[in-house]
């Protein structure tokens, strides 16, 4: 049989040293390590993204809050699916990525159960909008100060931030740490994934995932959301420890299937 062909995905660098951050390309990597799936990653700076994913021809999946496409990553390149129009096949949207591996990349040969169980779909695309949000509103505005920018470019992409946000300058974006604004966010974050996500574990007592033992996506869907949290809130080390140290069991859990290649 032939050996398949090594997919490519196109993920953001910070660092140095390069490693990822971002939490929908983190959700892809969880999906792709997960199927066993080859593949290897070409990292592409921050300030790059936009223009790579044009020169790659793949639309954006997302808008801006002014309707401006968001030109972002993770995109997902697998040589293996062609037709007589195309060699290959680009996907550029965090979900839909997962669905291909899922369909393309799962077996029973592999020794685990696919991440999709029966009937999931939309279901999981509904929780992902849900969990987005979530985190968007409450932890992002927290960790975005903090994130790991490479020194060389780190003054651009500040001011690309600033542009985004409609402040005057990075400093602008700041929640100072042990301030009092800071606390009531940090609290407004931790009773929002309380009421918002914690009562999903209906089956924490067996495992650390949504369906105790066996992770399925709506795991890496939030997982992706805690990579992001490690790399960029300096109180992560307290995240992990809410709600009886749910976030921590789920994230260490998710850890086998966290390989960066």
């Known amino acids: 049989m032939e050996a398949p062909k090594s997919m490519t995905f196109y993920d953001i660098a910070s660092g140095p040293p390069v490693h990822p951050f971002a939490p929908n390309p983190w959700k892809a990597r969880y999906a792709l390590n997960y199927t066993k799936a080859p593949y290897r990653t070409t990292w592409v700076p921050l300030l790059d993204v936009a ?10 999946s997302r808008k801006h809050p002014d309707g401006t496409d968001f030109l972002t990553l993770p995109i997902l390149y697998d040589p293996s699916i062609s037709s007589p129009e ?15 591996l899922h369909s393309h ?12 169980p029966p009937h999931t779909f939309a279901l999981h695309r509904t929780f992902n909008a849900h969990v987005d949000t979530l985190f968007s509103l ?15 470019t780190a003054e651009a992409s ?13 400093e602008d974006l ?7 604004e800071r606390r009531e966010k940090l609290a407004a974050f931790e009773a929002a994934l309380g009421s918002g996500l914690a009562g999903w ?10 369906e105790g033992k066996v992770p399925m996506y709506a795991d890496m869907i939030i997982g992706g ?8 809130l300096p109180e992560w080390e307290e995240l992990r420890g809410w709600h009886g140290g749910l976030w921590g069991r789920l994230f260490d859990g998710l850890e086998e299937w966290a390989e960066v290649s």
């Not at 500040?158 to 990075?170: I, S, T």
């Not at 574990?201 to 949504?210: A, D, I, S, T």
């Open 225 to 232: 959301w805690l990579q992001m949290m490690r790399n960029c």
């Open 138 to 152: 409450n932890g992002a505005q927290l960790a975005l100060y903090y994130m790991p920018f490479d020194p060389a």
């Open 86 to 100: 195309q060699e290959g096949i680009f996907l550029g949207d965090t979900y839909d990525i997962a669905v291909h």
């Open 105 to 116: 990349h799962s077996s029973p040969d592999k020794g685990r159960p696919p991440f999709f």
């Open 51 to 60: 223009e790579t994913r044009k020169k790659l021809g793949v639309p954006a």
């Open 174 to 180: 700041e929640i100072p740490l042990g301030s009092e």
């Open 201 to 210: 574990f209906v089956k924490r007592v067996e495992g650390p995932f949504l």
């Open 158 to 170: 500040k001011a690309e931030f600033v542009r985004r946000a409609g402040v005057v300058r990075w």
